[in-house]
C-alpha cells in the first residue's frame, strides 16, 4: 500500500523559509513523477512544483512561475523522500501543500493533477504578513 506523509508545515512571517518533506513507502519510486501542489481557501488545487525522472540518473525539476527563484524541490531515493525548500515565503503562499506522485506514462505532464497516482494528506504553511 502507497503511503504519502507531509511534515514540515507551520506558521512562519513572511520573508522566513521552511522546507515541507514527503516520505513515500509501498514502493520503489526512483522512476516516479513527485510533485508539491497547494490548496488556499476557496481557490482550486494549483501546481507548485515536481521532478520527474529523465533516465540514468537525470531528474528535471519544474516550477510555477511564482514560485521560480525562491522554491528549489529535491530528492533522495534512497530515504523515498522528496523536499520543497520554500525561501522567501509571502503571505500568497499560504496554503495546504499535498505531495503526489505517479508512475511515468505517456501523456503525463507535470502539471496536471490527473498524471499523479497517489496523494498525502496535506501540510498547512500560513504566512502572516
Known amino acids: 500500500q502507497v503511503q504519502l506523509v507531509e511534515s514540515g508545515g507551520g506558521l512562519v512571517q513572511a520573508g522566513d523559509s521552511l522546507r515541507l518533506s514527503c516520505a513515500a513507502s509501498?514502493?520503489?519510486?526512483?522512476?516516479?513523477?513527485m510533485g508539491w501542489f497547494r490548496q488556499a481557501p476557496g481557490k482550486e488545487r494549483e501546481f507548485v512544483a515536481a521532478?520527474?525522472?529523465?533516465?540514468?540518473?537525470?531528474?528535471?525539476?519544474d516550477y510555477v512561475d511564482s514560485v521560480k527563484g525562491r522554491f528549489t524541490i529535491s530528492r533522495d531515493n534512497a530515504k523515498n523522500t522528496v523536499y520543497l525548500q520554500m525561501n522567501s515565503l509571502k503571505p500568497e503562499d499560504t496554503a495546504v501543500y499535498y505531495c503526489t506522485t505517479g508512475a511515468p506514462r505517456t501523456g503525463a505532464t507535470n502539471r496536471t493533477p490527473g498524471s499523479y497516482d497517489y496523494w498525502g494528506q496535506g501540510t498547512q504553511v500560513t504566512v502572516s504578513s
Open positions: 509501498g514502493r520503489t519510486f526512483s522512476s516516479y513523477r
Open positions: 521532478i520527474r525522472w529523465g533516465g540514468g540518473s537525470v531528474y528535471y525539476a
